[in-house]
């Protein structure tokens, strides 16, 4: 590919592409996405394709607005309403019963369907020039970390997906908090940058976590947004002693630390502000594994509501994984 002498795809390119029914790569506040047009069976399947995702996992289709969601949705409580007003557009993404054209191929043959209005300038005026939804995943391959720039989505799909606008680094850099509404009780599925007391203060008490019979979904899957690299969570001072008895042990190994560097301790250091280090840990992580180490040491977030998020992202990275890397 001679990246140089192509001139960036324009949001047109992105229009076309997209009514032709090719996916594109999409930056949004959160991480990019990899988006087809929701409404085209064969488009959303060929994102499945890409990402060597299992079909039966569902997508969020993203709209402009929260009028054009209420359309994808069978149902429109207040509570959606509420939220809608209190965080849209933004990193926010809520579950709701289908309406009845949602194709299976976005919802993964379950009846309800994911909703999110973005809230990144470009993501907003593709949306709103292309007037119907985008279904999108996060733009990495099955298991992969989610990708925070343009070139991290190239490096993932290469010439299979030749659209990728380029929406600069992604503000926020982790994905979207997700509501599920269209139980008895609202369920936090994933945590994200809106914390579950800012979701109570709008529609009260939530619960957490995915519920007994809760459909598959990638982002709950214990071994999700990993590295190559095994990845270790530990705070400063244990982590300090293991980096050394690996080293000891001739593994290459790096760390990940928050705030401070560490004398003598190879790695990344990561701002010590929330906003700063979710921003930055997945590009770090990419950059670490780039550099061939086996074993990566983070150290401990603090273990706050706020960080409820970054926390379940270290956590997913340092899960033990499956014999085929997801
Ligand atoms: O921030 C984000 O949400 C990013 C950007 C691109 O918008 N998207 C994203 O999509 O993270 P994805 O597919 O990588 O993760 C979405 C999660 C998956 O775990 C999926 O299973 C879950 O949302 N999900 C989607 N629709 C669902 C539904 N109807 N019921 C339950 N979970 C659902
Ligand atoms: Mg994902």
Redesign the pocket.
């Known amino acids: 590919m001679d990246g140089k002498s192509t001139p960036p795809p324009t949001l047109d390119d992105a229009l076309a592409a997209l009514r032709r029914g090719e996916p594109i790569g999409?930056p949004?506040e959160?991480?990019?996405?990899l988006a087809a047009d929701a409404h085209n069976p064969a488009a959303v399947r060929r994102i499945y394709e890409l990402k060597g995702r299992p079909s039966d996992?569902?997508?969020?289709v993203?709209v402009a607005d929260a009028l054009a969601a209420s359309r994808w949705a069978g149902d429109w409580p207040q509570a959606a309403e509420a939220l809608a007003e209190a965080f849209w557009p933004g990193?926010l993404?809520l579950?709701l019963p289908?309406a009845a054209n949602v194709p299976d191929e976005v919802?993964?043959g379950?009846d309800?369907?994911?909703l999110?209005v973005?809230a990144h300038p470009v993501a907003q005026a593709l949306l709103r020039a292309f007037e119907g939804g985008v279904a999108?995943?996060?733009?990495n391959r099955f298991g992969h970390i989610?990708p925070t720039t343009a070139q991290h989505v190239r490096d993932e799909f290469g010439d299979a997906v030749p659209v990728v606008l380029d929406g600069g680094e992604c503000e926020i850099g982790l994905?979207?908090t997700?509501v599920?509404l269209?139980g008895e009780t609202p369920r936090i599925?994933?945590p994200?940058k809106i914390s579950r007391p800012e979701i109570e203060a709008i529609i009260g008490p939530v619960a957490e976590g995915a519920a007994g019979d809760?459909?598959?979904?990638?982002?709950?899957l214990a071994s999700h947004y990993a590295p190559r690299a095994q990845v270790e969570v530990l705070a400063r001072a244990p982590l300090v002693a293991r980096y050394k008895e690996l080293q000891k042990r001739g593994q290459r190994v790096a760390a990940l630390l928050r705030g401070q560097p560490f004398k003598d301790i190879e790695g990344e250091v990561l701002p010590a502000d929330l906003a700063g280090y979710g921003h930055a840990l997945y590009a770090a992580l990419r950059r670490l594994d780039a550099r061939g180490f086996e074993v990566l040491l983070a150290e401990l977030p603090p273990h706050t509501a706020a960080w409820a998020a970054v926390n379940d992202r270290l956590r997913r990275a340092s899960a033990p994984r499956d014999a085929d890397g997801t």
């Open positions: 999409l949004t959160t991480v990019y996405g996992h569902p997508l969020i993203h990193p993404t579950i289908r919802t993964g379950q309800t369907v994911g999110r973005p999108a995943p996060s733009a989610s994905e979207s997700i599920d269209s599925l994933r994200g809760s459909p598959r979904a990638s982002g709950t």
